[in-house]
């Protein structure tokens, strides 16, 4: 047997038959237990309610008496978010997020209803779930496992004797890792498993090889993760000259990497790429839809140009005598104008957005931290990228239907109609289930490994990066 493995199984015996080590796992399978039991709970009551009132607002839709399609337009939707299975595991930004969005015609609204919103400050403090446990706390314990591994070997003059019996520093540093990752293994693999079985039981038969997959990825990467800070525990130990100095620094970069770089990135982000008001973006949206062409301004330039076109090419003098209905055309092109102006500047902001996010996502070549928790949000469709996707789709629906109340107008609605008011002018109720439910698609595993490359790439960064510092130290490293 090599002494690698010698080394790491002499190591996790004493890991398993240290009792504060024992009290301190007992304490996280709790806090693990409960998250997860949280989790669960907070997903079936926000699943079913969204399930409830999306529901709700298609027999809304589809109730609706006969009238003009126009009215049918300002009658809008709704379109609620759902909530991801894998959102068990890792919250990400669902609470601070909203997760219905009102769809009406000429008109983009903001996604609301956010659990924040709703909630008292200490939310801002955070949310235990099964990924903060396993980001924050499992590390935690990882360092008050390992912080004496070598260190107390120094202190105890038995690490000369080690290395004098032909024990290298690299066959050292490795058993040392290997044995630490071992011991985090005995308590990550049955946490692991235990809730791949809950989920499993939760979905039934309704599992996707896509959640599989992302569940899998889950599974590796907070291994690669945890693996990371072994190492790092390790290397520590292995540069201190004493074990209180091994803990010491390894609680502050533990504070460092959990606490302070995570936030200092954030408000750096904001700094140097600030986000107008919202006041401020609306006003602007109105102001190019006001320099384009605005459907509800008789007056305006452009749809008067427009009208007089119209009226050459069918050679008539008045609207009224147009095959089709003008009011329906022009608010077609008045949608699409304002649709096109408002994604616009819904580019321009989610590119801010995007440039905010960067700077967490390079530092993830810094902090391992911030890899994993990007990542996981990621695969558990809670990240920031999933709330815009479903912006956007909501948003394809809400211009689809005002688009086909407009046909509508278009086609069965004559120019004698001066107001979408008169109750001659109404079609059948019929028409309302021509345009089907809202049914959002969440982002696949394709795209996710596209949004988190950077997160990825940084993983494999590490691994070489401390591959590389055991062989340096391995070198350099002195018993005293």
């Not at 690669?224 to 540069?239: D, K, M, Q």
């Not at 819904?346 to 990007?374: D, G, H, R, W």
């Not at 394809?396 to 008169?422: C, H, V």
């Amino acid at each position: 047997m090599s002494p690698e493995i010698l080394i790491a199984q002499l190591f996790i015996k004493t890991v398993l038959n240290n009792k504060a080590i024992g009290i301190l796992a007992f304490f996280i399978i709790g806090l693990f237990i409960f998250a997860m039991y949280s989790g669960w709970e907070n997903f079936e009551t926000q699943h079913e309610m969204k399930r409830k009132y999306q529901a709700q607002s298609r027999k809304d839709w589809l109730d609706n008496p006969d009238k003009h399609p126009h009215r049918m337009a300002h009658y809008g939707n709704f379109a609620f978010r759902p909530k991801s299975s894998l959102s068990i595991f890792d919250f990400g930004m669902e609470s601070f997020l909203g997760n219905s969005i009102y769809l009406e015609a000429h008109k983009q609204n903001s996604v609301n209803f956010s659990e924040a919103g709703f909630s008292t400050g200490m939310l801002r403090f955070g949310e235990i779930s099964i990924a903060m446990i396993l980001q924050t706390l499992l590390p935690l314990l990882i360092f008050f496992i390992g912080f004496g591994s070598i260190s107390s070997e120094r202190e105890n003059s038995t690490l000369k004797i080690l290395l004098s019996q032909g024990v290298s520093w690299k066959q050292l540093i490795l058993g040392k890792s290997y044995g630490l990752i071992g011991g985090t293994m005995v308590l990550f693999i049955p946490l692991i498993l235990t809730f791949f079985i809950v989920w499993i039981n939760m979905k039934g038969t309704n599992i996707s090889l896509d959640e599989i997959l992302r569940l899998l990825l889950i599974i590796i990467l907070y291994s690669i993760y945890l693996s990371i800070f072994c190492v790092i525990t390790v290397l520590i130990s292995a540069i201190s000259k004493t074990s209180k100095t091994a803990l010491t620094s390894l609680i502050g970069l533990w504070l460092m990497l959990t606490l302070v770089l995570p936030r200092v990135s954030q408000t750096i982000g904001k700094a140097f790429f600030p986000t107008p008001p919202k006041a401020t973006f609306e006003m602007q949206i109105d102001k190019d839809i006001t320099k384009v062409g605005d459907s509800h301004n008789p007056q305006d330039p452009y749809f008067k140009a427009l009208k007089d076109s119209l009226l050459a090419v069918y050679q008539v003098d008045s609207v009224q005598k147009l095959p089709f209905n003008y009011g329906g055309y022009q608010m077609k092109i008045g949608e699409q104008i304002s649709s096109n102006i408002y994604q616009k500047h819904q580019q321009k902001l989610m590119t801010i957005y995007e440039q905010q996010n960067s700077l967490s996502k390079v530092m993830a070549f810094f902090n391992p931290f911030m890899a994993i928790k990007n990542i996981s949000m990621s695969l558990s469709n809670t990240d920031f990228r999933s709330f815009v996707d479903f912006q956007e789709q909501a948003e394809q629906y809400r211009y689809k239907m005002a688009q086909a109340m407009n046909d509508l107008q278009i086609k069965f609605i004559n120019n004698k109609s001066k107001s979408s008011a008169d109750k001659k002018q109404i079609i059948n109720k019929k028409h309302w289930e021509h345009l089907h439910e809202f049914e959002y698609k969440p982002l696949n595993i394709t795209q996710v490994f596209k949004n988190e490359f950077v997160s990825i790439a940084a993983f494999l960064f590490w691994i070489f990066v401390l591959k590389y510092f055991i062989n340096v130290l391995s070198k350099t490293l002195k018993a005293i």
